[in-house]
């Protein structure tokens, strides 16, 4: 079979390492901080172009889509980890599961009722918009790096395959950051890296929420500014997941065709724009951090074991009446 080449997502492939490098070095060699943060867009739209090609994208050779974006521009999470995790999380009927999907920030009723005080307090933070900015991509990388190291430990050979071949791709972006461009390394991390987890939080704040309709637990972000652009389009998320091998720039028209249909599939769980999402939840919490619906007593068809003394709760409102964009 012939290759097949996507230009529109090569082309993007190429924007966004030249954008990213030709940012640092100025950043570095001629003190222009003020570009960094062009820097963590480029980063944040290399992590977008990794999950287009973890799809099947731009090529239909999986080996030359991992070469696109084989380098480790934000040195937190290796290609083929995000890769296997991801497609894991592509299992609709397991989503929001805090056990068996991999991209929850859920907790099971039983696991939050033996938090501490603190962690409690913590989590709850990290449900508001403006704490998954500052305090979300500390909480990731801790919670995902520990998860690794304790596989690695046990002896997992295809995670420390993973990870080795992750540090390969992390040579050359420490070479261009510190040896080309002079940058303190620290520096890079916490002016690039970590800002760069904190973008991708604003898309993936608002993705999902637990219901136990299935098509309701998936969001449509209509937004049509920079984000959805350096989001490649995935705020149209119920049209990537009904549709996960599609490109992403044949996303808008496929939504635009049926737009009636997927709002009626999720129970009208959509908004306007990111801004909408900030505005309404920059201080307020989304929902609860313990799953709502294992809140009452029955997930996926099976019971679910709550807390002594636990009440069990009413079913979330957006499976007996639609919409519902989130609680205090």
């Given at each position: 079979?012939?290759?097949?080449?996507?230009?529109?997502?090569?082309?993007?492939v190429l924007l966004a390492h030249v954008v990213w490098a030709g940012t640092v070095y100025a950043a570095g060699v001629h003190g222009l901080w003020y570009l960094l943060p062009l820097a963590v867009l480029a980063a944040a739209?290399?992590?977008?172009?990794?999950?287009?090609?973890?799809?099947?994208?731009?090529?239909?050779?999986?080996?030359?889509?991992?070469?696109?974006?084989?380098?480790?521009?934000?040195?937190?999470?290796?290609?083929?980890?995000?890769r296997t995790l991801h497609l894991k999380h592509h299992d609709n009927e397991a989503l929001t599961d805090p056990y068996d999907d991999p991209e929850t920030y859920y907790m099971t009723p039983k696991d939050w009722s033996k938090?501490?005080?603190?962690?409690?307090?913590?989590?709850?933070?990290?449900?508001?918009?403006?704490?998954?900015?500052?305090?979300?991509?500390?909480?990731?990388?801790?919670?995902?790096?520990?998860?690794?190291?304790?596989?690695?430990?046990?002896?997992?050979?295809?995670?420390?395959?993973?990870?080795?071949?992750?540090?390969?791709?992390?040579?050359?972006?420490?070479?261009?950051?510190?040896?080309?461009?002079?940058?303190?390394?620290?520096?890079?991390?916490?002016?690039?890296?970590?800002?760069?987890?904190?973008?991708?939080?604003?898309?993936?704040?608002?993705?999902?929420?637990?219901?136990?309709?299935?098509?309701?637990?998936?969001?449509?972000?209509?937004?049509?500014?920079?984000?959805?652009?350096?989001?490649?389009?995935?705020?149209?998320?119920?049209?990537?997941?009904?549709?996960?091998?599609?490109?992403?720039?044949?996303?808008?028209?496929?939504?635009?065709?049926?737009?009636?249909?997927?709002?009626?599939?999720?129970?009208?769980?959509?908004?306007?724009?990111?801004?909408?999402?900030?505005?309404?939840?920059?201080?307020?919490?989304?929902?609860?951090?313990?799953?709502?619906?294992?809140?009452?007593?029955?997930?996926?068809?099976?019971?679910?074991?709550?807390?002594?003394?636990?009440?069990?709760?009413?079913?979330?409102?957006?499976?007996?009446?639609?919409?519902?964009?989130?609680?205090?």
């Amino acid at each position: 079979m012939p290759t097949r080449f996507e230009w529109p997502t090569i082309g993007l492939v190429l924007l966004a390492h030249v954008v990213w490098a030709g940012t640092v070095y100025a950043a570095g060699v001629h003190g222009l901080w003020y570009l960094l943060p062009l820097a963590v867009l480029a980063a944040a739209l290399h992590s977008s172009l990794q999950h287009e090609c973890l799809h099947g994208h731009p090529t239909n050779d999986r080996y030359w889509n991992e070469a696109c974006v084989f380098l480790s521009l934000g040195l937190f999470c290796p290609y083929r980890r995000f890769r296997t995790l991801h497609l894991k999380h592509h299992d609709n009927e397991a989503l929001t599961d805090p056990y068996d999907d991999p991209e929850t920030y859920y907790m099971t009723p039983k696991d939050w009722s033996k938090a501490s005080w603190l962690w409690q307090r913590i989590r709850l933070v990290n449900n508001t918009q403006l704490g998954r900015l500052i305090i979300g991509p500390a909480l990731s990388i801790w919670g995902f790096w520990t998860s690794e190291l304790r596989l690695m430990l046990k002896g997992d050979t295809e995670v420390m395959s993973d990870w080795l071949l992750f540090l390969v791709g992390a040579v050359p972006v420490i070479w261009w950051v510190t040896w080309i461009s002079g940058l303190n390394p620290l520096l890079y991390f916490l002016a690039v890296c970590y800002p760069t987890i904190a973008v991708l939080s604003i898309r993936t704040f608002m993705e999902h929420q637990a219901r136990s309709e299935i098509d309701q637990r998936t969001i449509i972000n209509e937004d049509r500014g920079l984000l959805s652009l350096i989001f490649l389009k995935n705020n149209l998320h119920l049209v990537h997941h009904t549709y996960p091998a599609v490109a992403w720039y044949k996303l808008p028209g496929m939504y635009r065709a049926d737009r009636e249909s997927y709002l009626t599939r999720n129970g009208n769980y959509r908004v306007a724009s990111y801004w909408e999402v900030f505005r309404r939840y920059a201080l307020r919490r989304k929902e609860p951090v313990e799953h709502p619906v294992m809140a009452t007593g029955l997930w996926r068809g099976r019971s679910v074991e709550l807390p002594d003394g636990w009440t069990a709760a009413p079913r979330p409102e957006a499976d007996r009446s639609g919409p519902d964009l989130g609680r205090d």
